[in-house]
């Protein structure tokens, strides 16, 4: 979410120059720091060791997976086709969770046969792809049994929901949680049928479906050979690139490098592909991954490790499917006869034609369900139970947003003092983490001093301060700081992925926000002429939670007005302002009016409360959202320092 800087702001700028690089170096450096103590070279006996907590702590990351219930699969259509058939089939991955695939099964099987699984990848049409269906056809001419899975959200399964599923993080579950759990029910729908060896099944699929490989093949041992496609790389260059919420694992970076995730397949047989022109998964990095992949293959049996590259693009190309039919009879079935491939076209793999059936579960009604297991909060009972719960809240809330960072130096470096609209101005940037630079504008009243001040939020940065609005402040006899918060107004990137990039280091963006705020507070309170420090958050939902959040871990805040929130995160929303929001593993933890209980008994005023669909909230229902924290105030015996505007 970068906001670009209004070049007509009357504050000016702290530099001669903004500083739009800042949050890709600090982003990779931050990986770095994560990753440069696990490089080391292992024996058997330590990666061993090392493997067992790396599945553990990545099923965990990727949400846990659920009991296996019954799949119900049923077929619904069959196509005749030279040398093979085309079934269509469905099936509950959970309970009305519906996955659609297509059987591509060969003509003349005479016992059971090598089977392989093919998850497709960010394809504007999914599987129906002509080189899915041409890899699934070579396939099946060869004698494997080969099943083509819809990504959740993808063509039979479109109403389930795909990218807008950011809410999941916020209950601890990941979009590739659950997909990896789709693959894993379609291994078992695969060895339930009387034509497959569950003994030879193996998966295969490329760039967002090279990662449903990669991540499947790491985690379930049945998979005996494995072909992840243009996207194993080194991790680190996910900081500078964009990818897809279902690519995205909060906290991946602080347990593991994609390599080591990779390596988990080791010692099944595992062939990467990567294109050389590839500009989505650079080759080089690529190169460097294969090596330290191939270092863990030698612990074991090297043969089984091999890399392939086609001088190509971003793609799965015919080249690159004969490196992988060759590979497979290696590893399954013996050589192939040739045989050539096709594409039967999209009226042969319709599953559902009449849509999903009625009840069926999307993503939404997932997270629902997942929230509603959450345990609830006890309610406080008197000053001293909010006192010892807001204790654990708030160590709990640390822990979900990553920790603390490092505070390191202030090193404050004023850029000019020149008055700045009729008042005492100075201009200056600081130092939020040891890399983070914050560029701040401070408008001082007349008098010396000491003074309160009214520090502001916005989504657009301190170019978004008018002068109106400084003005009634000073002549309040309030100073004003206006500031931006990282990857804002003179540190914008301009990148939309950089929130998912800090995701991945076990951040995010309201949360880092949040932090940003903390460290001006302190640079407020190391200056010796100010009283107390007032919160202003404005400009939008995102800088209101990050607010929120500033304000109920920073008791130094003496006041908060928060323009924007919304009223709880418990309910799924597509709406992109919503995004952002949906911190991971909030909900565990705390919902909006939970943080809201952490700010009493200091002044906290709210406006505009909104629902999951952006709309406003009326009266009753903004009082029951937040009613604990209401209670909260009352115990504290602060009930006027609360207050919702509607």
């Not at 994609?258 to 010692?267: G, M, S, V």
């Not at 929120?548 to 924007?564: F, G, H, K, M």
């Amino acid at each position: 979410m970068s906001i670009q800087p209004s070049a007509s702001s009357w504050l000016g700028s702290v530099w001669p120059e903004p500083y739009a690089d800042m949050m890709r170096q600090h982003l990779v450096l931050a990986g770095d720091r994560l990753l440069r103590p696990r490089a080391v070279e292992h024996t058997r006996a330590s990666w061993a060791a090392r493997r067992q907590q790396l599945r553990s702590d990545l099923i965990a990351a990727l949400g846990g997976f659920p009991e296996r219930t019954p799949l119900n699969a049923r077929i619904t259509s069959t196509h005749q086709r030279q040398g093979y058939r085309i079934e269509n089939v469905v099936f509950e991955s959970r309970p009305g969770f519906h996955a659609t695939a297509s059987v591509f099964v060969p003509d003349g099987l005479t016992g059971p046969a090598p089977a392989v699984l093919c998850p497709h990848g960010h394809y504007a049409v999914g599987r129906y792809d002509p080189a899915v269906q041409a890899r699934c056809v070579g396939l099946a001419r060869r004698g494997y049994v080969t099943l083509a899975i819809d990504a959740v959200g993808y063509n039979d399964r479109e109403a389930q929901g795909h990218r807008r599923t950011w809410f999941l993080f916020a209950a601890g579950q990941t979009v590739e949680g659950i997909q990896t759990w789709d693959n894993m029910r379609a291994i078992d729908y695969l060895i339930s049928r009387a034509d497959v060896d569950s003994e030879r099944i193996a998966c295969t699929g490329v760039s967002g479906g090279g990662n449903q490989t990669m991540y499947v093949s790491a985690l379930d041992e049945r998979i005996k050979v494995s072909i992840p496609v243009c996207s194993v790389e080194m991790v680190a260059d996910y900081m500078e690139k964009g990818f897809c919420t279902c690519e995205t694992i909060p906290g991946l970076l602080r347990f593991a490098d994609l390599t080591e995730i990779t390596a988990l397949i080791a010692p099944r047989a595992l062939l990467l592909m990567h294109g050389i022109l590839d500009s989505g998964f650079p080759i080089l990095s690529a190169r460097m991954a294969v090596e330290r992949i191939a270092r863990i293959y030698s612990l074991y049996d090297g043969s089984r490790f091999a890399s392939f590259e086609s001088y190509s693009p971003h793609e799965y190309n015919a080249e690159m499917r004969q490196q992988a039919y060759r590979w497979l009879d290696i590893w399954l079935k013996g050589p192939s006869p040739a045989a050539d491939e096709e594409v039967p076209g999209v009226e042969y793999l319709k599953v559902l034609p009449d849509g999903l059936p009625a009840g069926h579960q999307t993503m939404a009604d997932l997270y629902t369900g997942m929230v509603s297991r959450l345990p609830g909060r006890l309610s406080p009972r008197s000053a001293g139970e909010h006192h010892t719960q807001a204790l654990q809240t708030t160590e709990a809330l640390w822990e979900a947003l990553g920790g603390r960072p490092q505070e390191g130096d202030l090193d404050v470096r004023v850029t000019s003092t020149e008055p700045i609209g009729g008042y005492a101005g100075e201009r200056f940037w600081f130092r939020s983490e040891p890399d983070v630079l914050i560029p701040a504008v401070l408008l001082r009243p007349r008098d010396e001093g000491p003074f309160d001040v009214t520090l502001y939020l916005h989504a657009e940065g301190k170019a978004a301060l008018t002068h109106d609005v400084a003005l009634a402040e000073l002549e309040q006899g309030r100073a004003v700081m206006a500031f931006d918060q990282r990857d804002v107004g003179e540190t914008a990137s301009g990148r939309d992925h950089v929130h998912l990039s800090a995701l991945a280091l076990g951040r995010s963006l309201p949360g880092a926000w949040a932090w940003d705020v903390m460290r001006c507070v302190t640079y407020l309170q190391r200056r010796g002429d100010v009283r107390r420090v007032r919160l202003a958050a404005a400009g939008s939902l995102v800088t209101g939670l990050a607010g929120l959040l500033a304000a109920s871990l920073d008791r130094r805040i003496s006041e908060v007005e928060i323009e924007a929130l919304p009223a709880t995160l418990k309910t799924p929303s597509v709406a992109p302002e919503m995004d952002l929001l949906y911190l991971p593993g909030i909900l565990p933890v705390a919902d909006v009016a939970d943080l809201a209980a952490l700010v009493a008994p200091r002044s906290l005023r709210l406006q505009s409360l909104v629902d999951a669909s952006l709309e406003p909230l009326s009266a009753a229902e903004a009082d029951k959202a937040l009613a604990p924290a209401a209670h909260a105030y009352d115990l504290l015996e602060a009930t006027a320092s609360f207050s919702v505007a509607h």
